[in-house]
């Protein structure tokens, strides 16, 4: 049929037998032609739809549209060209074949449809249709055919169809140029990512990536250069699509969990009652101990939790992606049994010398062909499958985020900062690791599979040897995987535990520093670290054992089989086509089966991962049912029995209160230390576990929390906390909160950068921004949790006119206030007096003391102290305030920001600027410093004032990482160690290139002898030689793995304790001016990195790169002329590599510098929580936790494109070295022999892998390496003096405890002024000294000079003769002894915390315990002096804290005591305690005193006025008060008249 419609033969085998061989025309011009326009004609019109359907707005015509359109449009002209001439030609004398009319009229109408397909492309982003590309493709490779045919036709001089011919080849020239133009993209105003309108072919090759790989090589790139992800990618997207799956599959486990519980509890109750009758004669002590494990067991990780819900959502979240990648990765798992057989064709090619030369080039390009198919579909599987893995990681951070945000108090409490940002980090990696994994499930299967069917018919059954001997490996496989898996999980565990412990460290590294503990500490992270080596070793050797493995496998594999194979039967001899085929396919399988133990372990640690995930995310949330809205209640608030708990398990906190609060009213909440006053608060704002009853509330809420909550940003951005910014009602707010002077003195006024937890802010300062945050809210009721404890009196009165009290700012609103002030409580309207949790007494202060209850007889005993301050307080005008005295009772703020932490503990009142005219001269300099500070300031708006920015930017290293950091490494690691692995590793490739060439050898035996006349010896020798060769391999490849780890291990202690001995000495400035994350970091992430990535990076790229140079030899060994090849695939190979490795170490970094601000913000959510629910902004939290995972996640995701775009100009070289070693075969038949084909080519077909995981490995190297030079900044950090010097002082130093200034002078830093200007005094020994002074004069950094926290500018400091500067620290600070104004702890026993060294006995602590009044509080503890504290001391009240410090204080028993004046959390009673017990205990010492309030130094020998860096005042208050100076005015100011008008 078709030959009558072609007028000519159709078809012709024997055209084909011959050298020339060509298709006939017939064939060319319909089959050839018609495929092409079918694939077009089926496909458009389903695009057309699609595009129909999802139009965006028109785009304007671009160039590039314009040209297409063109030469389509020439291609219909040339077409009705076509069928004119034919019609023409038909005049009916010649029958023209129905082919030319068909041609050209399909022609016809497909460039009409290719018209419209392009013109519809307008409406979309991407201006590329693949289906034209393709079909562009398949159209020029069919017309290749016919174009051949033309060409010999003319050459053989047959012009018949010279016209048909001229237009064919004008046809053909214009789709070339069309398809050249589809490789271009058109840019689209709407898409800022170039992926978008990336062509179908810059999309196959990732070719629209080269402007960001050019501008990486140029420039260190920045986040601004790096495109944002797809909308649909974005987190919330993401996350909202995913979080509709996980309620459903969230609620079905928890009701298997219920299911589970309840069969537990049946046959535990039935287990109960057997046991009872044993236990009744067990003594008392026994019963409790019981319960402690008993409640020990409880809070163990062995309770139940909702489970294997978090896949299966994710699955029905990502199915899509997945499905996709499933398919792409079945073409690609078929196309790779192609190659063995193309193989098995060549080999016999090259042995059949008299085969047609065309068919080995048909054979060359088919393997080029299929390679390209093979790699198209493999780096696109692996997009999908990482694109899968940032999903996935990306919901699973802001799952945990949005968690965090509702966690319930009680499931809190099992996860401290560290851990909850290891889920995040960590774990969500971990997820996003095996997502590269899961198809391999199935492929491995298949794989294995197909490998098997086609070995079996090479070889036969002998390939059940090596079958066996690899089933005999999977199960020691398996053994290995799951001992790897217990020790990774001990490997976590350890690693939380030390990062917990540094956590503290770095948290508390004030008093490490002030009590010289860094020692203890030390070791104590080093003991854990050596612990976590241990399990690295043992990790590390199970690796090695598991590579020996996996290398020996293919070898003894082949050994076996070949071995049976050539036993089993004398007639069977090994050939060239039947070795290399199995050699390929046993390389192929190898891929599977080394996947395996990978696969397993990865699964294994994501499925550790996704438990404590699923833990966390299945936590309660909380539970805020007992606290009802009521808009139409009478009262604001009102508690209703309401009985509340921070723990189920003990007994409630609150109980059974019953309380009414009117709307407006002002309501004290006073009580003793621990008697439930915060937990009141917390109550209402729904943080406790409710037991019984409610609470309804009116309006919304304002919280003010007793240790405030500062967020990292500047002063305005943490008062506004999201709100709109208003002038006049923001400059009122700062009034109030009397913040003003304060922003006068901070530079940059409230732009000023806080640190990390205000760590630059004094307590009080923290307090007044936290309250003038929620007085900004504007909300309707006010719960505030005693504001006034960090402040002085003066300001707390200020604060309390002007804000709080009946005529302050809030006197319209609802104000619960909770306090320890008593001169207050005549002005509120209600007091509530709580006791145990319950409330003993309300009612007015008239009330209360007419009553004569608890309230009256607490406040009798401490009137005397308080009175004349309190009449001071209660009955001065404001007027007159403003005028009197020069300067009252102040605060301390740092005299230079950044000094900061200094500052941390010597929180100091500030005073408000209260200055009488006649007195104001004194301080003129100081307030035209400040008027021309702010003059300045708005003239340089744009430029930071000094000292502005506290921290320092994280510091991103660009460009190349220097050599000096490879070093630093590869001493560590020992260059023995390191000359003796690589030996190791060589040996074994030149045993493997022996076995090559063996096999070689032996295969040609096929052609020298018959099956008769094999000599058997000789046959023996061959098996004896291949598998003693095998052997070796494995051997040497095992010996110089083992060796790498101790060498690698050996490096990571190296360097750990190198960064951590260098941390613990940097001085004190250091860590103001670096937040705790970044530091913690390095002990995380970066040691992480040298632990397990960088190992495993070197291990590899050593094994790739001696895999390729042996490749290479052996092709270049049997085909010289492939040297000509090398020399220019090397230079590309080379290029891509340098443009690749710049980029992608870049984009490393944006990424790790783009997560530390995630895991900051991470942790101050989670510790700022009370506050963030209490106002409700949650979701302002969550937008902006979205907006840092997308930053993270666009450099993630850069980074994988890059991989791509790599991996696909490598495959090409690795493609094209197939591609000419085959070629190389065939032009070189005649010398070169099948075995010799089949040698070269089995190499060759190996390398495309190796070249891409040398580079993957070079660049991973080069990410990884930046973690040890990381780790190198801060090892070089410089260091404070050294701890002990050869100088040290003498035994019993310091005997006396006299102090002596001589001149003394220092500064914070070398560019800033100096803050104490040439002190000179004498301290007698055994005096008591007060320090007084304004804001900034220089108190704390008194302090801070003694204990040589700072270094002397000039001057000295000489300690009973000894000048402090010439003796180690340590030296001086175990000698002295400071109690801080913030009570720090650390977790652990309570012991540790008072005395780490174990220097002292039990009974020592003991006493200091009852000297500190809590001797009958730890006695009542389970478990007594170990009782273990949570993490910063949170399971004791503050005022527990501070008694505690006071202990470690009494322990230490030194000369010299300094006391930051620490009264600010505690009730009056405890205050009084920790006065009474200090003038007792330390009667013996020197004292120096930082006062905050003036009638606790009244009554010292001395006291010292500092104003602006100097002493301006010295000696007994009596003196002082009688001459009208500073301090004068001071005491008049504080209502003190002389020395006896106070009490204490």
Same mark, same amino acid.
């Given at each position: ?16 037998? =011959? ?314 798992? +078929? ?173 508390? !590294? ?60 004398? @007639? ?52 805020? =049912? ?16 309401? &009985? ?83 002038? /006049? ?73 002007? +804000? ?84 009252? /009772? ?206 495993? =990076? ?7 790169? +001696? ?84 930053? @993270? ?28 070693? &085959? ?22 077909? @190996? ?288 209502? !003190?008249?002389?020395?006896? =008008?106070?009490?204490?």
């Amino acid at each position: 049929m078709l030959e009558k419609f072609c007028n000519s033969t159709f078809w012709n085998s024997s055209l084909l037998d =011959s050298p020339e061989a060509d298709l006939p025309l017939c064939f060319e011009q319909t089959v050839l032609v018609w495929v092409p326009l079918g694939f077009l004609w089926l496909l458009a019109p389903w695009q057309l739809l699609h595009v129909y359907r999802t139009r965006t707005k028109r785009s304007s015509i671009s160039k590039l549209y314009l040209a297409k359109q063109v030469l389509v449009g020439l291609l219909l002209i040339l077409a009705a060209i076509e069928l004119a001439l034919v019609l023409t030609e038909d005049s009916g004398l010649a029958t023209v074949p129905a082919v030319r009319y068909t041609n050209p009229s399909l022609y016809l109408g497909t460039w009409l449809l290719v018209l419209l397909v392009h013109h519809s492309r307008l409406w979309c982003v991407q201006k590329d249709s693949w289906i034209l590309s393709l079909f562009w493709i398949l159209s020029i490779l069919c017309g290749t055919f016919q174009l051949q045919t033309l060409i010999r036709m003319l050459l053989k001089g047959d012009n018949s169809s010279l016209a048909y011919s001229c237009l064919f080849f004008i046809c053909y020239a214009l789709q070339i140029l069309i398809l050249i133009l589809s490789v271009f993209s058109e840019k689209d105003d709407s898409a800022d990512n170039p992926s978008h309108t990336a062509s179908f072919l810059s999309k196959l090759t990732f070719s629209w990536y080269d402007s960001i790989v050019l501008k990486g090589y140029k420039q260190p790139l920045t986040i601004e250069d790096v495109w944002d992800v797809d909308q649909e990618s974005k987190t919330q997207s993401v996350v909202s699509k995913f979080e509709k799956y996980m309620v459903g599959e969230l609620s079905k486990a928890r009701r298997a969990l219920q299911r589970r519980q309840q069969k537990r509890a049946q046959s535990h109750s039935r287990a109960r009652l057997h046991g009872l009758d044993k236990n009744q004669s067990q003594s008392q002590d026994i019963l409790v101990l019981e319960e402690a494990k008993e409640k020990k067991k409880k809070s163990g990780s062995k309770k139940d939790y909702p489970k294997s819900w978090l896949i299966k959502s994710l699955f029905k979240t990502f199915y899509g992606i997945i499905l996709k990648a499933f398919l792409i990765k079945l073409v690609h798992d +078929l196309l790779l049994f192609l190659n063995p057989q193309l193989l098995k064709l060549l080999i016999s090619f090259a042995n059949e010398k008299d085969s047609y030369l065309w068919i080995g080039y048909i054979y060359s390009i088919l393997f080029f062909v299929v390679a390209l198919v093979q790699s198209f579909c493999l780096q696109y599987y692996f997009q999908l499958c990482f694109l899968l893995g940032v999903n996935v990681r990306t919901t699973v951070m802001a799952s945990i985020y949005r968690k965090a945000l509702s966690l319930s108090n009680q499931a809190r409490k099992k996860y401290t900062v560290g851990e909850t940002v290891n889920l995040m980090s960590v774990d969500a990696q971990k997820l996003m690791d095996v997502t590269n994994f899961i198809h391999l499930l199935w492929s491995n299967v298949l794989q294995i599979t197909l490998s098997i069917y086609f070995l079996w018919r090479e070889l036969g059954p002998s390939i059940l040897a090596g079958i066996g001997v690899m089933l005999l490996l999977i199960p020691i496989n398996a053994i290995m995987a799951t001992k790897n898996k217990t020790t990774q999980v001990k490997i976590m565990k350890q690693k939380d535990k030390r990062l917990k412990t540094m956590n503290e460290i770095l948290n508390g !590294i004030k008093i490490l520093k002030y009590f010289a503990w860094e020692p203890s500490f030390k070791n104590q992270v080093h003991s854990l670290r050596k612990k976590e080596l241990k399990n690295l070793l043992t990790f590390g050797q199970l690796q090695a054992v598991i590579m020996f493995l996996l290398f020996s496998t293919p070898i003894l594999v082949s050994v076996t089989t070949f071995s049976v194979y050539v036993l089993v039967n004398s @007639n069977n001899i090994l050939d060239a086509n039947k070795a290399f085929t199995s050699i390929t396919l046993f390389n192929i399988l190898r891929f599977p089966l080394s996947m395996f133990p990978m696969l397993i372990s990865s699964m294994l640690q994501a499925s550790v991962s996704t438990e404590r995930l699923e833990k966390y995310l299945g936590e309660d949330d909380l539970d805020t =049912s007992a606290i009802q809205q009521d808009h139409d209640s009478d009262k604001a608030v009102q508690f209703s029995e309401a &009985s509340f708990t921070w723990d189920r398990d003990a007994e409630a906190t609150i109980q059974n209160v019953n309380l009414d609060i009117m709307p407006g009213q002002l309501v004290a909440v006073v009580g003793s230390v621990g008697s439930g006053k915060s937990s009141l608060m917390s109550a209402m704002l729904g943080e406790m576990e409710n037991v019984h009853g409610h609470i309804t509330i009116k309006g919304t809420i304002a919280y003010v929390p007793q240790q405030s909550w500062i967020q990292n940003g500047t002063i305005k951005d943490n008062i506004l906390f999201g709100s709109e910014f208003e002038e /006049s009602r923001y400059r009122q707010i700062l009034e109030a909160c009397a913040l003003l002077q304060d922003l006068e003195v901070l530079p940059g006024g409230d732009l000023a950068e806080i640190g990390e937890k205000g760590i630059n802010l004094s307590g009080g300062q923290k307090q007044r921004i936290s309250l003038a945050r929620a007085t900004y809210q504007n909300a309707d009721i006010y719960i505030l949790d005693d504001p006034l404890s960090a402040v002085d009196a003066h300001v707390g009165k200020h604060i309390f006119n002007k +804000l709080l009290g009946p005529n302050g700012l809030l006197r319209h609103k609802t104000r619960l206030l909770v306090t320890h002030s008593i001169h207050f409580l005549p002005q509120v309207d209600e007091i509530v007096v709580l006791e145990n949790g319950t409330v003993s007494e309300k009612g007015s202060y008239s009330t209360l003391l007419a009553k004569n209850g608890v309230f009256a007889k607490n406040l009798k005993t401490f009137i005397k102290q308080t009175e004349p301050e309190g009449e001071a307080t209660v009955n001065e005008d404001s007027e007159e305030e403003d005028d009197s005295g020069l300067v009252s /009772s102040v605060e301390e703020i740092p005299e230079d920001v950044a000094s900061l932490t200094r500052n941390r503990e010597t929180s100091f009142r500030r005073t408000l600027s209260r200055r009488s005219r006649s007195n104001s001269r004194s301080l003129k300099p100081l307030r035209n410093s400040l008027k021309t500070q702010n003059v300045n300031t708005l003239k340089k708006e744009e430029e930071l004032v000094k000292g502005q920015k506290l921290i320092k930017k994280e510091i991103v290293e660009t460009g190349k990482v220097k050599f000096s950091i490879y070093l630093t490494y590869l001493r560590a690691v020992g260059w023995y160690s390191i000359f003796f692995i690589n030996l190791a590793y060589m040996i074994s490739f030149v045993a493997l290139i022996g076995s090559n060439l063996w096999l070689s050898a032996w295969t040609s035996d096929s052609k020298n002898f018959n099956s008769t006349d094999y000599p058997a010896s000789q046959r023996d020798t061959r098996i004896g030689v291949y598998g003693a060769l095998g052997l070796v391999q494995g051997l040497f490849v095992l010996i110089g793995n083992t060796w790498s780890v101790y060498g690698f291990t050996h490096a990571s202690n190296i360097l750990h304790k190198q960064l951590l001995n260098n941390i613990l000495r940097a001085p004190m400035s250091f860590f103001d001016t670096t937040p705790i994350g970044r530091i913690v970091n390095r002990f995380a992430g970066d040691i992480t990195t040298v632990d397990d990535t960088l190992t495993v =990076s070197l291990r590899s790229w050593v094994l790739c790169f +001696l895999g390729i140079v042996s490749t290479l030899v052996m092709i270049c060994a049997a085909t010289p002329a492939f040297i000509i090849v090398i020399i220019p695939l090397s230079v590309i190979y080379v290029c891509v590599q340098m443009f690749y490795v710049a980029t992608s170490r870049q984009l490393r970094r944006l990424d790790s510098v783009s997560r530390s601000p995630l895991y900051s913000f991470f942790s101050e959510t989670v510790s700022g929580l009370p506050v963030i629910r209490a106002f409700q902004h949650q979701q302002r939290f969550l937008k902006h936790s979205d907006v840092l995972i997308d930053t @993270n996640q666009k450099c993630v995701f850069s980074w994988i494109i890059s991989n791509r775009w790599l991996a696909i100009r490598l495959e090409l070289v690795g493609n094209l070295i197939v591609f000419f070693s &085959s070629l190389f075969v065939v032009i070189y038949r005649d010398t070169v022999s099948g075995d010799t084909a089949g040698f070269v080519l089995s190499n060759a077909l @190996n390398i495309t892998q190796t070249l891409n995981w040398l580079v993957r490995m070079t660049s991973e190297i080069e990410t990884n390496i930046v973690a040890v030079e990381r780790i190198n900044e801060y090892i070089n950090v410089e260091n404070e003096a050294p701890w002990v010097t050869d100088k040290r002082p003498p035994a019993g130093w310091p005997n006396k405890g006299e102090i002596r200034f001589n001149n003394y002078q220092v500064r914070y830093r070398p560019e800033l002024d100096l803050v104490l200007k040439g002190i000179t005094c004498d301290i007698r020994s055994q005096e008591k000294i007060g320090v007084v002074g304004r804001t900034g004069a220089g108190k704390s950094s008194l302090t801070s000079s003694l204990f040589r926290i700072l270094e002397a500018a000039g001057g000295q400091i000489l300690i009973d003769g000894v000048d402090i500067a010439s003796i180690g620290l340590h030296d001086l600070r175990e000698k002295l002894t400071i109690i801080p104004q913030d009570p720090i702890l650390f977790s652990g026993s309570l012991r540790m915390n008072l005395d780490p060294f174990n220097s002292y006995s039990d009974e020592e602590v003991w006493k200091a315990l009852e000297l500190a009044h809590l001797k009958s509080f730890v006695a009542n503890l389970p478990l007594g002096l170990y009782h273990e504290l949570a993490e910063a001391g949170d399971n004791l009240s503050v005022g527990q804290r501070q008694l505690l410090c006071l202990a470690r204080a009494l322990l230490r028993k030194s000369k010299i005591l300094v006391m930051d004046e620490a009264t600010a959390a505690v009730d009056l009673e405890t205050d009084h305690l920790i006065q009474i017990t200090i003038q007792k205990e330390f009667s013996h010492c020197t004292t120096l005193t930082i006062a905050h309030r003036l009638h606790t130094i009244i009554d010292s020998d001395k006291v010292m006025v500092l104003d602006n860096g100097k002493i301006v005042e010295y000696g007994s208050p009596e003196e002082l008060l009688e001459k009208p100076g500073p301090f004068y005015f001071m005491a008049k100011e504080a209502g !003190i008249e002389n020395v006896n =008008s106070t009490t204490l």
